[in-house]
């Protein structure tokens, strides 16, 4: 059974800081991963989406790598903003073409 | 283009009601999936329909609910005689096509909250 870790589960950051959130999941046998935001109440916003027999995609601030042969995925935001404040959901689709989803990472970046 | 729409964006229903929630894929999208996300935890799979077809349903709990998605109209997830534990909000996405080695992205709308008094 696929489990999806994401580390850590909150962060305050004041503004202009680049940093990393870190997911971990159990079988490597995916088709891809997506990194999701989501503000409280709301919906989820895809951000970037990677297949498996990619290593990275960059949109913007953000750039998501994979690793699929050891679990892991990393969001990095670059340079971030009070606006980047939301939970950012990992999510890894396998076999079946469901979702599985991280706890998420609560952000906040102060101004 | 529109988006993946869901109706009704809030509902609120007392205990032993039927919930009906509403889901229309993306234009050119033929599947939908419904998630759940319960307070203060992460969002899990439930089912995973096709048009007139169930393909997945490993994440829906046994009794009172129930998924279609039928040759016209909207996906529904029905759930019958509702109870406190229900209250969450539901979550619809939708892709264009799965298979092979290569799974489209899903798209998500915005969720239905259901608050069960």
Not at chain 1, 54 to 70: M, P, V
Not at chain 1, 78 to 85: F, L, V
Request: glycine fraction near 10%; charged fraction near 20%; include cysteine.
């Amino acid at each position: 059974k696929q489990e999806v870790t994401q580390i850590p589960a909150a962060l305050s950051v004041p503004e202009g800081e680049n940093l990393v959130l870190n997911c971990s999941f159990t079988d490597s046998a995916i088709y891809n991963l997506q990194w999701f935001r989501q503000d409280p109440g709301k919906g989820l916003t895809s951000l970037l989406l990677i297949q498996s027999s990619q290593r990275e995609q960059t949109s913007g601030r953000l750039n998501a790598s994979l690793d699929k042969s050891s679990g892991r995925s990393t969001l990095y935001i670059a340079a971030s903003q009070p606006g980047d404040s939301a939970t950012y959901l990992c999510a890894v689709n396998g076999a079946g073409n469901m979702l599985t989803f991280g706890g998420g990472t609560r952000l906040m970046v102060k101004p | 283009n529109a988006g993946v729409m869901q109706n009704p964006r809030h509902l609120v229903r007392r205990r032993g009601q039927e919930a009906r929630l509403r889901c229309s894929p993306m234009k050119g999208h033929s599947h939908v999936y419904w998630y759940r996300q319960l307070p203060e935890e992460g969002l899990k799979f439930m089912v995973y329909l096709q048009k007139e077809n169930i393909i997945d349903e490993s994440g829906m709990p046994k009794e009172r609910f129930s998924a279609e998605f039928p040759k016209e109209g909207p996906s529904i997830l029905r759930i019958q005689q509702v109870v406190r534990g229900d209250s969450a909000a539901y979550f619809c996405a939708s892709s264009p096509l799965a298979g092979g080695q290569f799974s489209y992205e899903q798209y998500f709308g915005p969720g239905t909250r259901l608050t069960v008094t």
